[in-house]
């Protein structure tokens, strides 16, 4: 029992960069970035719909179709990547910012869209897809994450889980215990950090005094890794490394994907207090889609078919959030009663009945549907 | 399934999904009724059994938590589980409660039936984030598109002459909190068998252990289940005065019941068994016939279960009290020290105090 963990005691802290910042290839060997030509068109689609669909988002944010949208600007090249390699039957454990992870997954805009226009908490149908729903409370899925790998292991799979956490989120006690579980546990379970740089307004300078956020992996006895998070090979190579080696019994592994919230923390958000327009500027020049597609470009795989079918998903795509957004019926009221217990307790059946005789009463005047006057 | 964005074909995608990924199936009738089965046992032996009987019946029911492996658990009552099931199956844990809850969630978003333990009540807080935030909205976050058959076992409440956070009352939390169930046994038998019916419900159920009552022995038969959770039972009948309360009090209100008697007072006690879902049909019956209620649990007064009683029968039952709905609980402090528990605990005296104070009403 009293063995000692032989995992790596250093963590390179100069990220690994397969496409530099102007889209050329890097020196980098240790990992390839010779996928084939329709995976490389597929992450550019998903990129680029991703970020059209935030578009979206915001947009219908901001006419007041939905009360709030965290928007993942930005991020593109880290979602896509890090869920780009796995299977489709491994689990994705999300936080809330990961369209890209999410249409990947075939999650569709309705789907997802419900949880800003305030349908219904943590998305429609997402489980079916092995992706676990949105998680608000910050790191806490961790451990759901960890808790359906070592399910994994006892039902005898090869599966893997991957958790999505941010800097912020590596400062919660649930996010340590994660690890630690995940460590102990040799469960096949990789972390994917997206080090977006911010929590709100708290920089990641305020989150831990370590050197790096995957320095922390040291101290949990797991290898821990730097990537690129703009870096959309980068991304997809380190996690399918660390996919593998979950996949073969080597245990977890840390990643720390460095990226940029581009956007506000959410559209009730002011940037401007906490961050310098020089900052911003200095990541807009980083941006992960146009680095890719000069990549691509390069490659003689962008083409300007690939460009037009991707601009019109992107376009279905939108206008098929908004019309799910805008023109789609709410869930019947019981439905937050029926779907609490899997065997409805007799005091909700009676709260429920209660509810639908407050509902055909008129104190407030026309009151049909229960929300006026509310 | 269908892509919105078309895939290209992957490395990986021959394996077969493991959708619904059920070894077996949930047993409906768990138990054998093939031998008499009837038994003597503590209830710490009545809960061992149950979880033997349970991982035997389905082998998608995991056991872990601090020191329930190797050890047995702190109180034995895990004892075997381990050797006999393999520790795949029960499980040491690192100390950390809130991940010993976190990961069962993840087990049962598998398919998996994790019956986990938090050592002692107290040490439940720091698990309350992943009871309340998820385990409890889980289903309903999903929309009901996600089951979670989990049960945990927390030895729970006083009278043992613990040191601090050993002897708390949590159970408040538990249903102030939507998407819970909350049982509470009192004898072997009910520990054996609501143990049971917890762990096949597809429900989150906190299961409160009175480990004050761990070596009261009964006769625990294995065959047929006395009562579903969700149902009370009239421990003693009486006329003039309901006793509701449950766990390690039921005890205590049945010997109080014995020194009503003497003067001429006729107690009826109820034990709740599972608090939700609450069986209130049966408490209304028992104080439509007597007119009058006492509520005692060992937690502190304020908004503890008795305060919810006592407003849901004045509510429902005003017109057939007798006197008003009275309380016999702890006091609204931390819990003592030891050497002073059995002053705060409520015992016969408290129970008697309140039982006079109904029978004294003009």
């Known amino acids: ?374 | 399934m269908t892509q919105i964005i078309e895939r290209p074909p992957m490395h990986g995608d021959d394996v077969p999904e493991p959708r619904g990924p059920m070894l077996t199936s949930l047993p409906r009738a768990a138990h054998s009724t093939e031998v008499p089965a009837s038994f003597n046992l503590t209830m710490a032996q009545a809960i061992n059994r149950a979880l033997h009987d349970a991982m035997a019946a389905d082998e998608r029911v995991l056991v872990f938590g601090e020191d329930v492996a190797t050890l047995g658990g702190v109180f034995r009552v895990t004892e075997g589980l381990a050797e006999t099931f393999g520790e795949q199956r029960c499980f040491d844990t690192p100390l950390a409660e809130s991940a010993i809850v976190g990961i069962a969630i993840g087990m049962a978003i598998r398919g998996l039936v994790p019956v986990p333990e938090i050592q002692f009540d107290g040490f439940s807080a720091p698990a309350f984030d992943q009871m309340v935030s998820h385990l409890a909205k889980y289903r309903m976050r999903t929309r009901g598109d996600v089951d979670m058959p989990v049960t945990i076992r927390i030895p729970s409440f006083g009278g043992i002459g613990a040191v601090e956070h050993h002897s708390e009352s949590t159970e408040s939390y538990w249903l102030h909190t939507a998407g819970l169930k909350v049982v509470v046994p009192s004898t072997p038998s009910d520990a054996y068998w609501l143990l049971r019916q917890a762990i096949t419900s597809r429900d989150p159920v906190i299961f409160l252990e009175p480990k004050r009552r761990y070596w009261t022995r009964g006769a625990v038969d294995t065959n047929v289940p006395p009562l579903p959770i969700g149902r009370a039972a009239i421990r003693r009948s009486g006329a003039d005065v309901t006793v509701v309360t449950y766990g390690s009090l039921v005890a205590t209100a049945l010997s109080a019941a014995e020194l009503a008697d003497q003067h001429g007072w006729s107690l009826e006690v109820i034990d709740l068994r599972s608090l939700n879902p609450l069986d209130f049909e049966t408490v209304a019956e028992s104080v439509r016939k007597t007119g009058r209620a006492v509520v005692m649990h060992e937690g502190p007064r304020t908004l503890g279960f008795g305060a919810e009683l006592a407003a849901r029968i004045q509510e429902e039952l005003f017109y057939d009290l007798e006197a008003p709905v009275l309380r016999a609980t702890g006091f609204d402090t931390p819990y003592p020290p030891a050497r002073l528990e059995k002053l705060w605990l409520p015992g016969p005296d408290r129970l008697l105090d309140c039982v006079e104070r109904a029978m004294e009403q003009p």
């Open chain 1, 1 to 374: 029992m009293a063995e000692v963990s032989a995992a790596s005691t250093s963590v390179d802290l100069e990220p690994v960069q397969l496409v530099a910042p102007d889209g050329a290839p890097t020196s980098e060997d240790r990992y390839t970035r010779d996928l084939p030509p329709e995976t490389l068109s597929w992450l550019y689609e998903l990129m680029v719909v991703t970020r059209e669909l935030d578009s979206e988002f915001i947009n219908l944010q901001r006419q007041g179709q939905l009360a709030l949208f965290a928007s993942c600007r930005g991020q593109e090249a880290a979602q896509v990547g890090a869920a780009a390699c796995l299977r489709k039957t491994d689990w994705l454990f999300p936080q809330y910012r990961e369209i890209g992870a999410f249409l990947l997954r075939g999650i569709a805009p309705a789907q997802m869209g419900a949880v800003w226009r305030g349908k219904w908490h943590g998305g429609i149908g997402f489980t079916e897809r092995c992706c676990a729903p949105i998680a608000i409370p910050i790191g806490t899925h961790g451990l759901h994450a960890v808790g359906a790998a070592m399910g994994a292991q006892r039902l005898g799979e090869d599966s893997v889980t991957l958790a999505f956490l941010g800097d912020g989120a590596t400062s919660e006690g649930d996010a340590h215990e994660a690890l630690n579980f995940a460590a102990v546990f040799k469960a096949p379970c990789v972390f994917f950090i997206q080090n977006n740089q911010w929590a709100i307004s708290t920089p990641v300078s305020h989150q831990m005094a370590a050197p790096s956020i995957a320095h922390r992996a040291i101290g949990y006895g797991m290898p821990g890794i730097r990537v690129d998070g703009n870096d959309v090979l980068a991304c997809y190579a380190v996690t399918a490394e660390a996919a593998q080696r979950a996949r073969d019994g080597g245990g977890p592994t840390l990643i720390e994907a460095i990226t940029y919230r581009v956007s506000p923390h959410t559209t009730s958000d002011d940037p401007t207090r906490y961050r310098s327009q020089a900052e911003l500027d200095h990541w807009l020049a980083l941006d992960p889609i146009a680095r890719y597609r000069a990549y691509l470009q390069a490659a003689g795989v962008w083409t300007e078919r690939l460009e037009e079918r991707v601009a019109a998903k992107s376009k279905r795509l939108r206008t098929e959030l908004r019309e799910s957004v805008v023109d789609a019926d709410d869930f019947d009221v019981a439905e937050m009663f029926d779907t609490v217990y899997h065997d409805i307790t007799p005091d909700l059946v009676r709260q429920r009945e209660h509810l639908r005789a407050e509902l055909s009463k008129e104190w407030l005047g026309e009151r049909s549907d229960g929300r006026a006057g509310v």
